[in-house]
Structure formats: structure tokens, C-alpha cells
């Protein structure tokens, strides 16, 4: 029982940070049809934004995370969206889609080319103490990445329900058209969409890096796991994409300990394929009502 | 043009991609009446909309409202001038509430400090939405989303509504009470552009009609004129109109 409260809280950690990136998947798609196959890549880089601030300009920690925030909002955000989404989501959703496959790979093998191909340990934001409550040994850096992850969704979820330019995201999202038409500046709100991800994505980066190592091919499993929790919870919906994210972490886990080892990485696959077969809106997903 | 025109439309060409939907269409709007637009189905009601609330630009040709040329101007300029759009079909926000729904009216609201006071406003009058605000928009009646529509198409106290089929989909009941709605706001100043495809019945409460055809105006004249013109039968029966045969 202590062995299984340890794995779920570790799963909890993990699915917090898949989190993250889900919504960030979502979010995208609601507002602009993106569906950024270089979500992964996006979670990847911001750890090496930090990296070369400490080892190259010798900055230190606090100060480099805050230079991968920013640096995220301006590549992964702003560039994206202007470099890449812009001129082509004119021609549709599937060109898009291919061209951010070549984004995960260029972003990929830029670092490696870069930076380095070796796995980079990485600083974390809490001590490494290991707490026994009531006999289940919990690691203090499991809570914190917990408490940090869930504090930027509770901050975000407040941001887009509580103050008018989040209900103008929300509404940009829902119905771009009547958006428009009520005077919402769309362009404004997709740009604050693109920024957000960015956010989420250098989060998510500076909370996983000391768990796996800051590595180059890291977008590969993290960007599988944002796109099942996303589509899992449910594709248009971010509270889902929460659910998706955190069912994922606790399934991987449970998985890695129970089932096998190996075989861990097929569990979040196989409950993508029952939910697409069973549920396929997701979780927590709304249909999709399409005029023909 | 006389000084009861609020809105004209002069020689308008739009349309999407290759697609010319409006043709050449030349028409007068006049101000503080209900004016509806019939026309067979791919006519450029819809368009023409479009077009006047600069969703769509126009290839050629000139819009004016209220006295200044709108033909280039964008959605948010054509709110600030005091016009609003109310499209075909459901236009709210599904998972926003009521009042957050009504609220999204004022974003184009100059002075922000009365948008408070404009949604008490709306709920007054319709009170259906006091009752249901703090509920998401989607479990409101088809009648009820088209009346918070209208409610916040109303929030920036518009000069001209366009308004696109609100009877789609609604009972006979709630139809008329839409009807009544338009009927009130033109009493109080408001003009009303109104597109029906129950055209009859929608004649019946207009000032004037505005009969379309192949992207051109091809009547129009007070509504009771239009109701009997024998050329109405024949253009929905099929078999169109002689060209242009504008009745000032």
C-alpha cells in the first residue's frame, strides 16, 4: 500500500507536467486549428535556454529560469506563430501539421548539434529531502513539482474564467466568427494563446528536466504523452486535457511497477486506443457539431 | 438619398474566391424601419450582410452608413459606427455563462465604466436572462440563445441591427415574440435589416421589403407593395425576374 501511495504521488508529478503541455495542445487547437507536433520539442528546449544562460553566460538558476521563460514566449510563441502557423494554416490544417513535424525535427537536431547529444543534469527548484508521512516515504520534490504544476493551472484557469481578456480567449476559442463580429480583437487573443503555450511548455520543461536529464531527444516521449492526455481527456477541452494529463502520469507509473518495464510506454497507448474506440470525444471531450 | 436613408449600398460586387455572389447590388435602407430582404436561396442576402458589416470587403462598388462611406471598414469600426450583426444560426459562446455571454457585447463599448450598467439594462428588459445568468449559455432554449443574441447585439445601443433568419429553428410562439422584439426597437429609433425565409409573414410586420435576386436588388418598395406584387410568386416558384426594375 505505502509502495503504491509512492508510485502515485510520483504519478501525480509526472502527470501534473504532461499537463501542462496537454493544455497548452489544447489550447492551441481551440484557438487557431494548430495541432503542433512539436509540443514535445517545445517541453525539450526551454531547459537548454536555461542551460546556456548558467554555463555560457554564468548566470545563476533563478536568473536562468526566468531568461527560458521569456526566451520561450519569444521563440516557441511569438516566432511560432508568426514564422510558421501564420502563413501556413491558410492552407490548411494538414500542411501545418507536417510543418511542425519538421519543427520538432529541426528543433531537435539543432540541440544536439548546439548544445550537446549527452543528457545535461539540471538544477531543481526544490531540495531533494525525502519525508516519511505516516509511513510512505514522500519525496519533497514530488510535492513541489505538484504544487508548482498545479499552481500554474489554477493561475491559468482563473486567467481564462475570472478576467474579461480570458473570457475574450474563451470566446475567440468557442466561436471565432461571433468573436469578430462582437468586436473580440481574435488576432490579439490567438498571439496571447501562442505566448501562454510557451509559458506552459517552459514550466513543464523546468519541472521535468531533473527527473529525466535535459536531453536533446526528451520531446519524443513528452510530446506522445501531451498528444494521448490530450486527446485522452478530451481534444477541446482543457479541464480534460488536466485529467488526460494526470491519468497518463498515474498510468505510466503504475505500469512501469506492476506490469513491466518495458512494456510501460504501450499502457498510455492502449488506453488511447480503448478511448478512441469507446469514448472518442475523450474523457471530459464535447462533440463537435459541424455545419455541413 | 434622402435624409430618412441610413444605409446604401451602391453598384456592391462581393463575393468569395472566384465566387461573385453580389452583383452589382444598389440599394436604400431607411432609417428607423423594418426593412426585410427576401430572395431565393444563393440570391446574396447572407453576402450582402457580410459585406455591409465589412466581413467580407467589397470588389466594388460603395456602402455608406449614416453618412460617412463604410466600404472599407472592418467589423470592430462598423460596432464603433453603431451597427451590429446578429448571423444565421447559434452564435454564443456554449461553456461561457449568460451574463459572460451578454458581456462579450460591450468589448467594442467605448466607455467601460457603463458596460455594468448595459447588461442590467438588458436584463431588465429581458428577464429571462437575469433568471438563467450565472447558467452556461448551451442550456438555454433555441428562443432564449437567439434572445441573448439580440440582447447583445443591443448592448452598444446600435443605430442599425442586421439580423439573419432569428426565426430558424423556433416555435411559432417564439418567432412572434422576436417579431415583437424587432417591432419595439424600430418604435424606439432603431433601424432593422432583417433576412426571412419565411417571407410572407415576415412582410407582414415590415416597413419595407427588399427583394433579391442573382446578387441585385430587384424590388424595392413598402412592404404591403411587395407582399402583393404578382412577381413575388413567380421569382420563389422559379423563373426569374425581368432585370432591375427598381421601385424608388
Redesign the interface.
Same mark, same amino acid.
Given at each position: 500500500m505505502a509502495d503504491f501511495l509512492q508510485l502515485l504521488i510520483s504519478g501525480l508529478a509526472t502527470g501534473a507536467i504532461y499537463a501542462l503541455a496537454a493544455i497548452g495542445f489544447t489550447l492551441l487547437w481551440q484557438t487557431s486549428q494548430t495541432i503542433n507536433f512539436a509540443q514535445g520539442e517545445f517541453v525539450m528546449l526551454p531547459a537548454f535556454f536555461a542551460l546556456v544562460a548558467m554555463t555560457w553566460l554564468g548566470l545563476p538558476f533563478a536568473v536562468a529560469v526566468v531568461i527560458a521563460i521569456v526566451c520561450s514566449m519569444l521563440v516557441l510563441g511569438l516566432m511560432f506563430k508568426v514564422v510558421v502557423v501564420q502563413p501556413l494554416i491558410k492552407q490548411g490544417v494538414l500542411p501545418l501539421v507536417i510543418s511542425t513535424i519538421a519543427l520538432s525535427v529541426l528543433l531537435k537536431e539543432g540541440v544536439k548539434d548546439v548544445y550537446s547529444a549527452e543528457a545535461q543534469p539540471f538544477p531543481t527548484l526544490f531540495p531533494d529531502v525525502t519525508l516519511s508521512v505516516a509511513g510512505v516515504a514522500v519525496s519533497l520534490a514530488q510535492v513541489g513539482v505538484l504544487v508548482v504544476a498545479f499552481g500554474t493551472i489554477v493561475a491559468l484557469q482563473w486567467f481564462l474564467g475570472a478576467t *474579461?481578456i480570458g *473570457? $475574450?480567449m $474563451?470566446?475567440t476559442a $468557442?466561436?471565432p466568427?461571433?468573436? *469578430?463580429?462582437?468586436?473580440?480583437?481574435v488576432e490579439r487573443m490567438i498571439l496571447y494563446t501562442f505566448l501562454i503555450n510557451a509559458v506552459l511548455a517552459a514550466m513543464a520543461s523546468i519541472l521535468i528536466s531533473p527527473i529525466y536529464l535535459a536531453k536533446f531527444s526528451n520531446g519524443e516521449s513528452l510530446g506522445l504523452a501531451a498528444f494521448v492526455a490530450a486527446i485522452v481527456g478530451g481534444f477541446n477541452q482543457v479541464r480534460g486535457a488536466i485529467v488526460g494529463g494526470l491519468l497518463i502520469g498515474v498510468v505510466d507509473n503504475l505500469a512501469a511497477a506492476y506490469v513491466s518495464t518495458s512494456y510501460r510506454q504501450a499502457v498510455p497507448l492502449i488506453l488511447l486506443v480503448a478511448i478512441i474506440l469507446f469514448r472518442p470525444q475523450g474523457l471530459l471531450g *464535447?462533440r463537435e457539431e459541424r455545419?455541413v | 438619398m434622402g435624409a430618412d436613408t441610413i444605409l446604401t449600398l451602391d453598384n456592391v460586387v462581393s463575393g468569395y474566391g472566384k465566387m461573385t455572389i453580389l452583383n452589382g447590388t444598389t440599394a436604400a435602407i431607411r432609417r428607423a424601419a423594418i426593412t426585410t430582404v427576401i430572395g431565393p436561396n444563393g440570391a446574396g442576402k447572407s453576402t450582402m450582410f457580410k459585406t455591409v458589416f465589412g466581413l467580407l470587403g467589397a470588389r466594388t462598388g460603395r456602402i455608406t452608413f449614416d453618412g460617412a462611406d463604410t466600404t472599407r471598414c472592418t467589423p470592430r469600426q462598423m460596432l464603433d459606427r453603431g451597427m451590429c450583426y446578429v448571423p444565421q444560426g447559434r452564435n454564443i459562446f456554449p461553456e461561457l455563462s449568460v451574463r459572460h455571454n451578454l458581456e462579450l457585447g460591450g468589448v467594442a463599448m467605448p466607455d467601460q465604466s457603463r458596460l455594468g450598467a448595459r447588461i442590467e439594462a438588458m436584463m431588465a428588459r429581458f428577464p429571462i436572462l437575469r433568471e438563467k445568468a450565472a447558467a452556461q449559455a448551451s442550456t438555454l432554449s433555441g428562443g432564449q440563445q437567439k434572445l441573448l443574441e439580440v440582447a447583445r447585439g443591443l448592448l452598444l445601443d446600435p443605430k442599425l441591427m442586421l439580423i439573419d433568419e432569428p426565426s430558424i429553428g423556433l416555435s411559432p410562439l417564439m418567432v412572434q415574440e422576436v417579431f415583437a422584439i424587432l417591432k419595439d426597437l424600430r418604435d424606439k429609433g432603431v433601424t432593422i435589416l432583417l433576412i426571412e425565409q419565411n417571407a410572407k409573414q415576415a412582410l407582414e410586420m415590415s416597413d419595407y421589403g427588399l427583394v433579391l435576386e442573382q446578387g441585385q436588388a430587384r424590388i424595392e418598395d413598402a412592404a404591403g407593395n411587395v407582399l402583393s406584387d404578382p412577381r413575388i410568386a413567380q421569382l420563389f416558384l422559379g423563373g426569374g425576374l425581368a432585370p432591375a426594375q427598381q421601385v424608388a
Open positions: *474579461r *473570457r $475574450q $474563451q470566446a $468557442q466561436n466568427t461571433v468573436a *469578430r463580429i462582437l468586436g473580440v480583437p *464535447r455545419a | -
